[in-house]
T-cell receptor, first 114, second 117 residues
Framework: GAGVSQTPSNKVTEKGKYVELRCDPI?????LYWYRQSLGQGPEFLIY????????DSGLPNDRFFAVRPEGSVSTLKIQRTERGDSAVYLC????????????FGPGTRLTVL | AQKVTQAQTEISVVEKEDVTLDCVYE???????LFWYKQPPSGELVFLIR??????QNEISGRYSWNFQKSTSSFNFTITASQVVDSAVYFC??????????????FGAGTTVTVRA
């Protein structure tokens, strides 16, 4: 079956612009996670959704970052007033249930802020 | 505080050599999960193994084996008879149960393995 998909695969934007990154989880997966991976580092947790609600947003670095999952499936990560330090690969992962341990990762969106 | 430490930044070996990747973790929970992921040059994270904190049995899967020792908070990974296709970045990760079935992962910084022909 189809895995986790993310669009766009690459996004180049200018400092100060607004961007949206999309994640389409595996069908039926209720848990969805966003991570950010900076160059040479491991992924860092941003936010976790169980269904439509953000159950844990403790990893969001500041209020420029926001994510939604209005229908409990597709999620959008939104970054306002982008800064050069936001440049990273943004990874999305989903799991079947919140209590299911294994997360399946998408290919990521590489964001470059000029 | 860093929850997962992978002290080796890079390892380079010749094909058919064995390579062991170290992982040390830190947690106060009694129930937790440990993972290894592979990230090849294509960039997608590939799940390799999961262990829970109550199961210290070592595991072997083909050329891969894992050594979990709670006494030293370590979860090391060995690739036997390495192949060029094993070249990738390998991440160790820890999952502690947060609220509402939140199993967010804490990753180490990764170890880059290069296998030369």
């Amino acid at each position: 079956g189809a895995g986790v998909s993310q669009t766009p695969s690459n996004k180049v934007t200018e400092k100060g612009k607004y961007v949206e990154l999309r994640c389409d989880p595996i069908s039926g997966h209720t848990a969805l996670y966003w991570y950010r991976q900076s160059l040479g580092q491991g992924p860092e947790f941003l936010i976790y959704f169980q269904g439509t609600g953000a159950a844990d947003d403790s990893g969001l670095p500041n209020d420029r970052f926001f994510a939604v999952r209005p229908e409990g499936s597709v999620s959008t990560l939104k970054i306002q007033r982008t800064e050069r330090g936001d440049s990273a690969v943004y990874l999305c992962a989903s799991s079947l249930l919140g209590g299911e341990i294994e997360q399946f990762f998408g290919p990521g969106t590489r964001l470059t802020v000029l | 505080a860093q929850k997962v430490t992978q002290a080796q930044t890079e390892i380079s070996v010749v094909e058919k050599e064995d390579v062991t990747l170290d992982c040390v973790y830190e947690t106060r929970d009694t129930t937790y999960y440990l993972f290894w992921y592979k990230q090849p040059p294509s960039g997608e994270l590939v799940f390799l193994i999961r262990r829970n904190s109550f199961d210290e049995q070592n595991e072997i899967s083909g050329r891969y084996s894992w050594n979990f020792q709670k006494s030293t908070s370590s979860f090391n990974f060995t690739i036997t008879a390495s192949q060029v296709v094993d070249s990738a970045v390998y991440f160790c990760a820890l999952s502690e149960l947060g609220g509402e079935d939140d199993y967010k992962l804490s990753f180490g910084a990764g170890t880059t393995v290069t296998v030369r022909a």
